[in-house]
C-alpha cells in the first residue's frame, strides 16, 4: 500500500496547480514573407541531402532551433502539475477556412485557403507568403520532424516490402503497384509526457503442490491426470510513473483503432520518432509535402491517453509479479495524473497507398509506409484468396496424409 | 474443409475416439485434425504476413517511462487446490490493452 503521507502530498500538489498553463510555441514572425535569415529570400525549402532548409538564392542552409529547448519542453517530467499545453494543441475552430495575407512585398492581398496549404506566391511580385502565426485550425502544429531518408530510399524499401510479398497478392495490386506514388506525409501526432501515480489491484496465485493421480475409467481403463494445489494472494501495486513523450493519432482519419476505411494500423505501426529531436514549426520544411491536418484537440483524445497511462502501468507491474507463478488476474486499476505536458508534432511518413481500382469507392484503401526518420516499413497488401485457399488445401492435405500414415500406424501397433 | 471439421467435431465417434486415450484409436482422428489445423494454420499465416492486421506499436513497452516508490500490498487470502489447469483462471497480467474496473485513485 502507498503510504497516506505520499497520497495526500500528491493530491495537494495536483489541487494547488490544477489551472491549465499554456506555453507559447508561436514563432514571433508575422504571417507573410518568411525570410532566410542570411540574405532575405523567400524561396526556401527544405533539403533532403542537406537535411536542413536551404534558401534557393544564398544557399545558406539551417535549421530551425529544436522545439524542446526553444520552448522549455524539456523540463523535468517529475515536477510537471496541471496540464501544461503548448500553444499549437489550442482547441481547432472548424470555420477557419481562408486568410487573407498582405504581402510586405508590394502590398497585394493574397487569398491563401489555409485548410490545404500555408503558402502561396505573391501573384505581383513572386514573393513567397506563408502562415508563420498558429492559426487555430490545426494545421500549425508546435514542432516538426523534418524527413530523414530521401523519397528513393522509401520507394526502395516500399518495393522490397511488397516484392516479398507477391505470390499471394492480389492480380490487379500487382499489375497497379507503381511504387514511383509514394508521398512523403506529415501526419500529426500528440506527444504527451505524464507524471501520475498508479494503483492496480488484483488476485495472483502460486503453485504450491503439483501432483498426478490415476484414476480407474471403466473395467480395464486407466486415466493420469495431473492437479495443482495454489495459495491465493490478493495482490496491489502502487507507484510513481514518469512517461516521457507518449505519442498518440491527432487526425481522425488516421485513427488507429478505426481500420475500415484505410489500414491505420499499418501508419500506427512504423512507431517509434524520435520526437525529441523536432525542431520549431516553420513553413518551409512542410513544402513539396502534403500534411495532415490536426482535427482532433486534447479532450479528444484524453481518454485514449489514460488508457495508455494505464496499460503502460501494467506493462511496469509485470516483472514485479514474477513470484505469482500461476498468473495474477488485474481486477481494478487507476491513475492520479498529477502533471501533463501536450505538444502537436507533425511527423513524417513516406506513404503509397493503394485502393482497388475495380471497387471503386469506399473501397479500402492500403497502405505501405516508412517512417521517414528510422525507416521502419510495414504494409497492407491486398491478397487473392483463392490463392491461399489452394495453397492451404493443399497443404492441409498433405498434413491430412501424413496424419493418416503416422495415426494408423499407431492404431495398429497399440 | 471447415463445414468437415464442424460436422467432425460434432460426431459422437470423434469424441469417443478423442477420449479413449488409452488405447491406440486417437491415432485414427489424426489425419482429420492435422488436415484442417494445417489448412488454418497456413490461411491464417499467409493472410497475416500479407495483410499485417495486427500489428500495432507496443506503445506500452517502447515508450521511455522511469517507475519509482513502488509500494507493495501482497497478501495470503486462501487456497485454491486440485486445479486441472496450470495456470490460473482469468490471468491478464500479460494482457497490458484490456481495460479492468476503474478505481479513483488520490
Not at chain 1, 4 to 23: F, L, M, P, T, Y
Not at chain 1, 303 to 317: G, N, S, T
Not at chain 1, 340 to 368: F, N
Amino acid at each position: 500500500m502507498l503510504g497516506d503521507e505520499a497520497v495526500a502530498g500528491a493530491a495537494q500538489a495536483a489541487r494547488k496547480h490544477s489551472s491549465n498553463r499554456i506555453i507559447d510555441t508561436s514563432s514571433s514572425g508575422t504571417d507573410g514573407l518568411n525570410k532566410c535569415p542570411r540574405c532575405g529570400g523567400t524561396d526556401i525549402q527544405y533539403s533532403l541531402t542537406a537535411k536542413a532548409l536551404v534558401c534557393a538564392y544564398c544557399r545558406h542552409s539551417w535549421n530551425e532551433e529544436n522545439a524542446e529547448q526553444a520552448f522549455g519542453l524539456d523540463s523535468s517530467i517529475a515536477e510537471l502539475r496541471g496540464h501544461t499545453m503548448a500553444s499549437g494543441t489550442a482547441d481547432i475552430q472548424e470555420d477557419l477556412t481562408t486568410m487573407t495575407l498582405k504581402c510586405q512585398g508590394c502590398g497585394a492581398e493574397v487569398v491563401i485557403n489555409v485548410e490545404q496549404q500555408l503558402q502561396a506566391r505573391c501573384h505581383w511580385c513572386r514573393q513567397t507568403l506563408s502562415i508563420n502565426s498558429q492559426i487555430p485550425n490545426g494545421a500549425v502544429p508546435d514542432a516538426v520532424l523534418p524527413f530523414h531518408l530521401t523519397r528513393e530510399e522509401a520507394i526502395e524499401r516500399i518495393d522490397a516490402f511488397a516484392g516479398k510479398r507477391k505470390a499471394f497478392a492480389h492480380a490487379r495490386f500487382k499489375e497497379e503497384f507503381v511504387p514511383d506514388n509514394v508521398m512523403g506525409v506529415y501526419i500529426p501526432y500528440m506527444v504527451v509526457d505524464g507524471n501520475m501515480h498508479a494503483v492496480l489491484q488484483g488476485t495472483g496465485e502460486v503453485t504450491t503442490r503439483q501432483y498426478t493421480v490415476r484414476r480407474r475409467v471403466g473395467k480395464d481403463n486407466y486415466v493420469t491426470e495431473t492437479y495443482y494445489d495454489a495459495d491465493v494472494y490478493s495482490v496491489q501495486r502502487a507507484f510513481d510513473l514518469l512517461v516521457d513523450d507518449l505519442t498518440v493519432e491527432s487526425a481522425q482519419r488516421f485513427d488507429a483503432k478505426d481500420n475500415k476505411q484505410a489500414t491505420n494500423n499499418i501508419l500506427n505501426a512504423v512507431q517509434p520518432y524520435d520526437t525529441e529531436k523536432a525542431v520549431a514549426y516553420n513553413s518551409n520544411y512542410l513544402k513539396n509535402f502534403t500534411s495532415e491536418r490536426r482535427d482532433l484537440n486534447v479532450r479528444d483524445v484524453d481518454d485514449e491517453v489514460e488508457d495508455r497511462f494505464l496499460a503502460i502501468a501494467r506493462a511496469k507491474a509485470s516483472p514485479t509479479i514474477g513470484r505469482y507463478d500461476r498468473g495474477v488476474r488485474w481486477e481494478q486499476e487507476g491513475v492520479a495524473v498529477r502533471g501533463t505536458r501536450w505538444v502537436s508534432v507533425y511527423v513524417p511518413v513516406w506513404l503509397y497507398s493503394y485502393a482497388d481500382s475495380a471497387k471503386g469507392e469506399g473501397s479500402l484503401v492500403h497502405y505501405i509506409a516508412v517512417n521517414a526518420r528510422n525507416g521502419n516499413t510495414m504494409g497492407s497488401v491486398p491478397v487473392s484468396h483463392p490463392k491461399i485457399f489452394a495453397v492451404a488445401c493443399a497443404a492441409g492435405s498433405v498434413a491430412a496424409v501424413i496424419g493418416a500414415v503416422v495415426g494408423f500406424g499407431w492404431f495398429l501397433m497399440g | 474443409m471447415l463445414p468437415l471439421l464442424a460436422e467432425l467435431a460434432a460426431d459422437p465417434a470423434t469424441a469417443m475416439l478423442l477420449a479413449d486415450s488409452d488405447s491406440g484409436a486417437i491415432g485414427i482422428a489424426f489425419p482429420f485434425l492435422a488436415g484442417p489445423g494445417v489448412f488454418i494454420a497456413v490461411y491464417v499465416g499467409i493472410y497475416r504476413y500479407y495483410r499485417n492486421t495486427d500489428k500495432r506499436h507496443h506503445f506500452e513497452k517502447e515508450t521511455e517511462v522511469s517507475v519509482g516508490n513502488l509500494k507493495q500490498g501482497d497478501r495470503r487470502v486462501g487456497t485454491n487446490n486440485r486445479q486441472k489447469s496450470r495456470s490460473m483462471s482469468g490471468r491478464n497480467s500479460t494482457e497490458h490493452l484490456t481495460r479492468v474496473r476503474r478505481i479513483k485513485v488520490q
